[in-house]
C-alpha cells in the first residue's frame, strides 16, 4: 500500500467529474487499499478518489472509534434521500477548516463494495453526512462551495495568506 497526495482546494482538478468504474479489477482494489491507509494516515474519516487524482468513482470512509470498519463504496447511487440536517464537516482537502452544511438527514445508497458486489443500505447520522460530501467530491463539489459568498470570500484570503506563508 502506499499513502498518496491529497488536493488542496482551490486545486482545479477538484472539480473533475469521477467516472463509473466498469469492473472491480485488481488495480481498483488497490485504489481503495491506498486511498484506506491515506485517509487513516491524514487522519480523516472519508476520502474520494478524486481527492488523490484519481478520477474514478470510488470513495472510502470508516466513522467508528477504533478505526477498523473501513466501508469501500463504487459507483454509488442515492436512491432516497429526506429530511434534513445540518452538521459542521471538514474536508482533508481544506485543511483546518470547518463549517455547517446541511444534508439530507437520511439516505438509501447503493454501491459496489471492494469484491465487486453489490449492496444496499440506509444510512443516518454521520455515516449519511459522510457519504454525501465524499459523493459530491467524484461530482467536482468541495463543501465550502456550499458557504455564503461572504464565508468563501474570508476562506479564499485566508487560504491566499496561507500559501504566501509557505511561499
Ligand atoms: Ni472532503
Redesign the pocket.
Known amino acids: 500500500m502506499a499513502r498518496l497526495p491529497i488536493l488542496e482546494y482551490p486545486d482545479p482538478r477538484l472539480k473533475k467529474v469521477a467516472a463509473p468504474v466498469a469492473a472491480v479489477t485488481p488495480e481498483i482494489r488497490k485504489l481503495a487499499a491506498d486511498m484506506a491507509e491515506t485517509m487513516y494516515a491524514a487522519p480523516g474519516v ?1 476520502l ?1 478518489a478524486t ?1 488523490v487524482n484519481v478520477h474514478k468513482q470510488v470513495i472510502v470512509i470508516d466513522i467508528s472509534e477504533h478505526r477498523d470498519e473501513l466501508r469501500v463504496f463504487i459507483n454509488p447511487v442515492l436512491l432516497e434521500a429526506e429530511g434534513e440536517a445540518e452538521n459542521e464537516e471538514g ?4 485543511p483546518g477548516y470547518y463549517d455547517k452544511v446541511a444534508r439530507a438527514a437520511r439516505i438509501r445508497l447503493r454501491a459496489q463494495n471492494e469484491r465487486g458486489e453489490t449492496i444496499e443500505f440506509d444510512a443516518e447520522g454521520l455515516l449519511a453526512v459522510c457519504v454525501q ?2 459523493m459530491d ?1 467524484l461530482r467536482g463539489k ?2 465550502v462551495e456550499y458557504l455564503s459568498p461572504l464565508k468563501r470570500t474570508r476562506l479564499a484570503a485566508r487560504l491566499r495568506k496561507k500559501h504566501q506563508l509557505a511561499g
Open positions: 472519508g474520494a481527492q474536508c482533508l482537502s481544506v460530501h465524499e467530491h468541495v463543501f
